[in-house]
């Protein structure tokens, strides 16, 4: 093993992921077009129609069809994949749940994109931020290569066996499904061992051993059912893990719950999500050069949230601007500083944080944006005062 | 080349514009380099203006973020040149290739470009005409930021837009796209 046996390309993320569903080759999908995921299916249809992908496609009329033929096919004994954005996942909604809580295994590309009203195509994270507690797996994306790599081993976290959990594997709209980068694809067969035969738990179409899916379940055992869910969850952490180990051996790429960037010896961190923190890191490079010791921490595995090891990475530092690419409209924080939050109430002695929330619906996030908050996190490191707790940058007032 | 080359491209919906910026980010990724393309997306109408981006560097491209300095700026069509400011955040060093039948310090004159500035101007619509019989000045465009930027030579670049036009044109039109970015590559000015 070890041995890396790529080709360099130049795609787009939504093209990589296509990619990514040809050499797994699903047996069932189904899903419905939106922009920006439209092109996932568009290209994985046409490898479908060219026979370089064995799947069965079924033609659905809405994202609530779509997710409920996705949960008919994998009850059935099937491995199935769908992807979708905004609207599309919010019409989903209720099949979110149905597909966690009946233990499916699907998979699922999010191109995030923002909520309408107003009518916006752009890339935010508040559709995936809405869905992030129904029960499902969520791994966030930087790029194109860390798409294509989450959704390889999405399969393999979703369907092992101490699991049975649907998966999203999540990447900004447009910034990242509709841009050209360089990347590297595996080799098909690479692919195809690392993600293995799929298996099946009690299918429904083995009829020599009929069972009952969506059993109703009122005050005498529901709670125990959810108690189980969140057993479950407990797990995944560990097994996304193993599986990022097995992965390294056939990419050369780590993976972890987490990315940390120079934040070892920080005394000020950024946390982010996703391809801002590509601009983040780059802002990093040039305040280290000044002698900032400033780091960053990107969330991969979002959902269920490690709380244990991001307050550990964490801890040690002065201050922290959690930057969210989604609002939370309750009068609270972002949903990001909310989880860092959490992460760190435990300590007596912790970070002071703060909250900016940027990029909604699409807009830029620049270089000036990462350089303004890890400059004001050097302040208030500098003086312990924090002038604003939550905050809203590159917009007009 | 410096570490990292970032170009940003004007043209109009349906000139090619944004397929000019991905032919030459697949074409530049020979000798390990690192590319991105990408359009800035608005609602795709046929004429509208709209600006596409590449950056191209040896090392590692980690931003995502709209090119806002950039070393070289192609301007598809000319009658942008009255609309908007196709000069802006250029360095000093920048250099500005420009379609039109205009000579190169006409329209130095009319961006207003610094004595340090470049600019270059081709008749590419013409070649286009010339070469496929239709107005999209794109390959003749990706022949001459070839030759502009010394990314690369002018055979890996008629090899790439073989590569992708291949995909979807017949031969004829193949031909007459290599012609094209080809007589871009020879025929540009500058001044």
Request: aromatic share 8%; net charge negative.
């Amino acid at each position: 093993m070890g041995q890396k046996s790529g080709k360099i390309v130049a795609v787009t993320g939504n093209e990589a992921v296509a990619e990514a569903l040809r050499q797994v080759n699903p047996d069932v999908s189904a899903a419905y077009p939106i922009t920006p995921a439209t092109e996932i299916m568009q290209r994985f249809t046409a490898f479908v129609s060219n026979g370089k992908a064995k799947t069965e496609m079924i033609l659905v009329e809405s994202e609530h069809s779509a997710m409920s033929a996705c949960i008919g096919a994998s009850a059935a004994g099937g491995r199935v994949a769908t992807s979708t954005s905004a609207q599309g996942l919010a019409l989903m909604w209720e099949e979110l749940f149905i597909a966690s809580g009946t233990r499916l295994p699907i998979i699922l590309a999010l191109v995030n994109r923002a909520m309408s009203a107003p009518l916006n195509i752009h890339g935010d994270h508040s559709d995936g931020m809405g869905a992030r507690d129904c029960g499902w797996i969520q791994l966030w994306s930087e790029n194109a290569q860390e798409a294509y790599d989450n959704m390889i081993q999405s399969f393999r976290i979703a369907e092992h066996m101490d699991l049975r959990l649907p998966a999203m594997v999540c990447m900004d709209g447009f910034i990242i499904s509709h841009s050209i980068e360089r990347m590297e694809y595996l080799d098909d067969e690479a692919v195809k061992s690392f993600v293995g035969e799929f298996k099946t738990v009690n299918p429904l179409l083995d009829i020599e051993h009929p069972v009952s899916y969506g059993p109703l379940i009122l005050t005498d055992y529901y709670m125990e059912y959810r108690r189980a869910h969140a057993e479950v969850m407990s797990k995944v952490k560990n097994v996304v893990l193993d599986v990022a180990k097995d992965f390294e051996k056939i990419s050369g790429r780590q993976y972890g719950l987490f990315e940390t960037y120079r934040l070892d010896d920080a005394e000020i961190g950024i946390v982010i999500l996703n391809s801002a923190a590509g601009t983040t890191k780059d802002a990093v490079d040039a305040f280290r050069e000044k002698g900032i010791k400033v780091g960053l921490l990107k969330p991969r595995l979002f959902r269920p949230f490690p709380y244990e090891e991001v307050g550990e990475a964490l801890k040690h530092l002065k201050a922290i601007c959690v930057l969210d690419r989604a609002d939370a409209f309750g009068g609270s924080y972002g949903p990001l500083f909310m989880d860092i939050a959490a992460t760190l109430f435990p300590y007596k002695e912790k970070p002071l944080m703060m909250n900016k929330i940027y990029g909604l619906g699409g807009r830029d996030y620049l270089p000036e944006h990462a350089e303004n908050a890890i400059a004001e996190l050097a302040e208030v490191a500098k003086t312990g005062q924090i002038k604003t707790f939550k905050e809203y940058i590159g917009v007009r007032e | 080349m410096s570490e990292m080359v970032e170009i940003r491209w004007h043209g109009r919906g349906g000139q090619g514009t944004v397929t000019a910026a991905k032919v030459f980010a697949d074409a530049c990724l020979s000798g390990g380099r690192y590319v991105q393309a990408f359009p800035e997306y608005g609602p795709e109408r046929s004429g509208a203006p709209l600006r596409a981006y590449n950056r191209v560097s040896s090392r590692e491209l980690r931003m995502h973020c709209p090119v806002l300095k950039p070393n070289i700026v192609a301007v598809a069509d000319a009658t942008l040149l009255d609309a908007i400011n196709v000069a802006d955040g250029t360095p000093d060093d920048a250099a500005f290739i420009v379609n039109t039948v205009k000579d190169p310090k006409e329209i130095r004159e009319k961006i207003q470009a610094r004595p340090t500035q470049k600019v270059f101007t081709v008749d590419a619509t013409r070649i286009a005409i010339d070469c496929f019989g239709r107005p999209m000045p794109n390959s003749p465009l990706v022949g001459v930021l070839a030759k502009v930027s010394g990314l690369i030579s002018l055979e890996q670049i008629l090899e790439d837009v073989k590569k992708s036009f291949g995909k979807k044109f017949s031969q004829k039109i193949i031909d007459g796209n290599l012609e094209a970015a080809r007589r871009g590559y020879e025929e540009v000015r500058e001044g």
